[in-house]
């Protein structure tokens, strides 16, 4: 809620208060709190108002006629009950047009991000990688290659400085759209992602580099996601030091926006039999790990702008969240080029041989998946990736988190505990940074630090050998 919004709705109420003084105390009341009502509203009207302010506006004309009708000398005749039930009515609607308003404003918030934790400024680049060798599955054409586009945010020079890039594009055009295909891939109306579209992120982009090279996080988002839904993940690691490279992947992703402004639609869709729709799922996921190997090695060609030689290929992670934790953990399959693996709530789907030469950290969810039967197959699955592993490794369960809580979700939702936890807007992603940082320090820098100790001061942890 902004504070125009908070001030009109402090205003209605207390106007509507002061319709409940007796008439001699009640008409001065009445009048100071119609001015105020009037001086919040213009107010309101000329600091650019969101949509929510227009049920608020309402509501304050509702709440102006009835300290009007207030003012009016009462005389006594036939139709007093008539009136009366007039006024209740009035007010009624009054009542639920602010309300409406306010509820709008608490549930759907201004999105602001907090700054990145680190001690370095953060640039961010957003590129586009094509694989002239992976035809693209999901269109007849067999000219058609597949594209991955990708925003890589990484520690930028002390002296950086200038307009933060848009959270969810490179320009206003790429930020509605992708605001457009977020909403009707998730089924939510437009006007719930309009203050996202509009809203910054922290990098400044094409930032100059701090000198590199440095450590490296591959990251792929939730099913539907886009590559910025972990923005304020990604920001806080490269504040530390790290290269974040996060990725649309086309097809999958609600919308992605190619460098010729084509936009790409999601066109995954589920049968409903889990069975089928399991198998789909892995096919997903193969087509999401081998996008994260061909990020992976055209970053690590970079030799132009801000990426030039910014990439250590020595210190290399994989993350994802979701649908993209699977996705990671399958790139990471025999994979030595990867030296850490980061799984955000993301039911693993690895084939029953598969070996994996890195550790591993998975943040599991304390809501769980919401049934029994999922949250059985969840943990089945995750024992059987760490034991997959030659390394040890964490699974961390973080209370009062919820599977969204993962992403940026809690900044853009209504704070609903069963959608986003119950730990706040801002608290789910320090932990998460937190208990990232802590492993890919000690996993990618050596950094000595005792990890389950460290973990264990941010969830509950269960080593895994």
Do not use: K
Request: charged letters at 20%; glycine letters at 10%; one cysteine or more.
């Amino acid at each position: 809620m902004t504070w125009s919004e908070a001030l009109l709705l402090g205003a209605i109420g207390f106007l509507l208060l002061t319709l409940c003084l007796p008439v001699r105390v009640g008409r001065p009341a009445v009048v100071s709190a119609m001015f105020v009502v009037v001086g919040c509203a213009a107010s309101g009207a000329l600091t650019d108002p969101r949509w929510q302010w227009l049920p608020l506006a309402g509501g304050a004309l509702i709440a102006l006629a009835l300290g009007a009708l207030r003012l009016r000398t009462p005389r006594p005749d036939r139709r007093r009950g008539l009136r009366a039930t007039g006024f209740t009515l009035t007010l009624l609607a009054c009542l639920g047009t602010a309300g409406l308003g306010g509820l709008g404003a608490w549930a759907i918030p201004v999105p602001v991000f907090p700054e990145p934790s680190g001690p370095h400024p953060v640039g961010a680049v957003t590129v586009q990688w094509e694989d002239p060798d992976r035809e693209e599955t999901w269109t007849e054409d067999p000219s058609d290659h597949r594209v991955v586009v990708a925003r890589v945010w990484y520690p930028a020079a002390p002296d950086t400085a200038g307009e933060p890039a848009l959270y969810l594009g490179r320009d206003p055009a790429e930020a509605d759209a992708v605001a457009r295909g977020l909403a009707a891939g998730f089924g939510v109306p437009e006007i719930v992602l309009t203050d996202a579209a509009a809203a910054g992120a922290r990098a400044v982009p094409d930032a100059r580099p701090a000198p590199g090279p440095h450590p490296v996080v591959l990251f792929s988002p939730g099913l539907g996601g886009v590559r910025t839904q972990n923005t304020v993940w990604a920001e806080g690691l490269a504040s530390h030091g790290y290269v974040v490279a996060a990725l649309d992947h086309p097809y999958d992703s609600a919308v992605v926006v190619l460098d010729d402004g084509t936009e790409v639609h999601g066109a995954l869709e589920a049968t409903g039999d889990p069975v089928e729709d399991d198998l789909l799922a892995r096919e997903w996921a193969d087509i999401r790990a081998a996008d994260l190997d061909l990020a992976l090695v055209r970053l690590l060609e970079e030799d132009r702008g801000p990426l030039a030689g910014l990439a250590d290929p020595d210190r290399v992670a994989v993350a994802g969240h979701s649908l993209g934790g699977a996705a990671a953990l399958l790139a990471a399959v025999g994979d030595p080029r990867y030296h850490a693996v980061v799984d955000l709530d993301g039911l693993p789907r690895l084939p029953e041989d598969a070996l994996l030469p890195q550790p591993v950290l998975a943040l599991v969810a304390d809501a769980g998946t919401g049934s029994t039967e999922g949250d059985t197959r969840y943990a089945l699955a995750l024992d059987a990736a760490f034991a997959a592993s030659s390394e040890p490794g964490f699974a961390v369960t973080v209370p009062g988190t919820a599977h969204l809580g993962f992403s940026d979700s809690p900044f853009l939702l209504p704070p609903f505990p069963s959608l986003v936890g119950s730990l706040g807007r801002e608290e789910t992603a320090r932990i998460t940074e937190a208990a990232c940082l802590v492993f890919l320090d000690a996993s990618l820098n050596g950094s000595g630090t005792d990890v389950a100790a460290a973990l264990s001061e941010l969830g509950e942890v269960t080593p895994m050998p």
